[in-house]
Every structure is written in structure tokens, then in C-alpha cells.
């Protein structure tokens, strides 16, 4: 036989074995068998490998409930969760973990909870060992404007049968700081709330927050609780100074409106002034006409030139002796300044 012939053979061979022990794994069929795990090769680790499903993870976690005393688990259920994209050990574990734990939990409701993205083991695990969810701190106004933070420690257990399509932590916690700041502004007093404390915890817990939630609220414990600012005190100033600002503003329009009265006050003096300086405009021309039309003669018109100058004259009188009543001094006709010069 020549070399290539023998070569050949034993690759097809080895291809044959390969093909054989990849279809049917014998090694996993005997551990699952002297583990006490009933699988068939061709009915069940065969027929795996078709569905493109690898038996390793299947049998491994068969094994596993099986030593555990789950009796209830099978591999076609394994392998049905595994193609509907669930994680297998996962469930296993939380099983076996509520099964030692004495909590009441199925396949079904186990592999829900893991198909709706919910770590199903570590739920079981806050059942049975209740988890401490710390609050960021919580700031609440009391009805005497003092600012009141408060922080708060609350105490959740998982509830199963509500973990799937439950609230999550966030809502705990947002519900629980919308119960402390409820609380804290229903207070007549923040020395109140200093007090007691314990009455914040009373009263959230009697409002059912964990109603809806993936969790019941076992207790909500106050970590903290410190005085902040005075926004009462705070707002009134800041409500003086805007009422300042507005009633300046008021009294800048009224200023505002008196200048413009003023103002309009003087154009109409100016446009009366301007009146009577056209009304005198026509004095002349009144005289002239009287002249033409003989009403008025030389000798009038004289008379009523010297009229005029003793009234200027008088006005020029009277005007010198209000200087001096006013205390002004007439340097030139004082007798003190005539004695210095004859001197």
C-alpha cells in the first residue's frame, strides 16, 4: 500500500472519531450517568448538538440540581430556557439556595424572573439575607422656614412574587425621600424633627411605600440629621429687597411724570410769551392806522410817549429801592465811601 493511500486512511479516520465523539460525547454521558442524571445519548445529547445547543452547560447544571435534591428540574427544561437565551447555572443556583432557605420558588417563576433580566440568585439571596439601601442626604423645609437634611438607611427583602414587573431601588428610594420631605414640612417646628426622629420612620412606613416595588420595606432607620439654612428668612429678605426695587421704580415714574408735567408746564409759558410778544407786534401797526385814519393826532401821540417814560421811569425807581431793602450796599453813594474820599 503506498503512503499517501495509508495517510489517508488514517485521516479519515481520525475525522470519523472526531465527528463521532463531537455528536456523542461519551465522557459527559458517563459522568452524567454515575452522577444519577437519566440522559439518552441519541435522545437527548445528540439531538442537543442538531439544535446547536452545547450539552456541557445543560448536563453540568442537571448535575447540579441533581445533588442538591431538585427533583422537579429536567433536562428539557434546562434546554428550553438555555434557547430562549437564560442563563442555566444561574437558575440552578437560586433554586438550590431557596430550596435550603425554605422559600417557595419554581422553575417557572426562577427562569421568568432570569428571562425579565433580573439576577434571579441574587434575589434569592436579599430574601433570605435582607439588603441596607443607603438615601442621599434629604433636604425638607419645615413650616418655620428652617432647611432640615436628613439621611436614612432603609431595610428591603426581595419579594419573588412581585420581582417581575416590580419597581426597583430607585423607586424605594425616591419614595422614601418623598415621604421624609412630606413629613418634615407637615412639622410646625424643625426642634421637632431634631427630637424625634423616630416619628419621620413611623410615618413613611405607614404610607406602604414598597406598594408596587420588587422589595418590602422591612424598616426605614434615620442615619442623620443636621440643620441647613434659614429660607424663610431668606425669602423675606429676598422679598423686601424686590419690593424695594419696585417701589423706587414707582418713584422714579412719578419723578419721571412730574419732569414731564414741568416740562409741558414751560412750552406753554413759552407759547403764552410768544403771544403777547405777537399781540405787541401789532401795537405799531394799531398806532399806524390810527394815524392814517385820523383817530389819533401828534399831539396824542406824544402824550402817550410821556406816559410811557414815567412809567419806565418809575419801574427803574422802584426796582433800586428793592436792591437796597435787600441789604445790597451802594459802594459809590454810602457815606462811608464819600468820607473816603474826601479824605
Known amino acids: 500500500m503506498e ?15 472526531f465527528v463521532f465523539f463531537y455528536f456523542i460525547p461519551i465522557g459527559l454521558w458517563i459522568t452524567a450517568l454515575f452522577s444519577g442524571v437519566r440522559i439518552g445519548i441519541f435522545r437527548d445529547l445528540v439531538a442537543m448538538r442538531l439544535r446547536k445547543v452545547p450539552p456541557g452547560p445543560i448536563v453540568k447544571a442537571a448535575i447540579t440540581a441533581t445533588k442538591a435534591g431538585l427533583k422537579d428540574v429536567e433536562i428539557g427544561m434546562l434546554e428550553a430556557h438555555y434557547l430562549a437565551g437564560g442563563n442555566v447555572q444561574r437558575v440552578v443556583n437560586a433554586l438550590i439556595s431557596a430550596d435550603k432557605a425554605n422559600i417557595a420558588l419554581g422553575f417557572e417563576r426562577a427562569a421568568a424572573i432570569d428571562l425579565a433580566g433580573r439576577d434571579v440568585f441574587e434575589a434569592v439571596q436579599i430574601s433570605v439575607n435582607p439588603k441596607v439601601i443607603n438615601t442621599p442626604v434629604i433636604t425638607a423645609l419645615a413650616k418655620d422656614g428652617i432647611q432640615v437634611k436628613a439621611t436614612a438607611r ?84 429676598d422679598q423686601a429687597s424686590a419690593d424695594l426695587k419696585v417701589a423706587r421704580a414707582r418713584a422714579e415714574e412719578r419723578r419721571a411724570m412730574a419732569v414731564a408735567v414741568e416740562q409741558e408746564n414751560r412750552a406753554k409759558i413759552e ?60 459802594d459809590e453813594k454810602s457815606p462811608g465811601s464819600r468820607g473816603s474820599r474826601k479824605t
Open 154 to 237: 432603609v431595610t428591603v427583602r426581595a419579594n419573588l412574587d412581585r420581582l417581575v414587573g416590580g419597581a426597583t431601588e430607585e423607586t424605594v428610594l425616591a419614595r422614601v425621600g418623598e415621604g421624609i420631605v412630606s413629613t418634615v414640612g407637615s412639622s410646625a417646628d424643625h426642634k421637632a424633627v431634631l427630637e424625634n426622629p423616630d416619628q419621620i420612620t413611623k410615618t413613611v412606613l405607614d404610607k406602604g411605600l414598597d406598594s408596587g416595588t420588587a422589595f418590602d420595606i422591612l424598616s426605614i432607620d434615620i442615619a442623620d440629621v443636621d440643620v441647613g439654612e434659614n429660607i424663610g428668612a431668606k425669602l423675606q429678605t
Open 3 to 17: 503512503p499517501y493511500s495509508l495517510l489517508g486512511i488514517i485521516a479519515g479516520i481520525v475525522l470519523l472519531l
Open 271 to 330: 407759547e403764552m410769551q410768544a403771544r403777547v410778544v405777537e399781540a405787541e407786534a401789532e401795537v405799531p401797526k394799531a398806532i399806524a392806522e390810527a394815524f392814517r385814519s385820523g383817530k389819533l393826532g401828534v399831539m396824542d401821540y406824544y402824550n402817550m410817549k410821556n406816559v410811557m417814560s414815567d412809567t419806565d421811569m418809575r419801574e427803574s425807581i422802584a426796582k433800586g429801592t428793592e436792591s437796597k431793602e435787600g441789604g445790597e450796599p451802594d
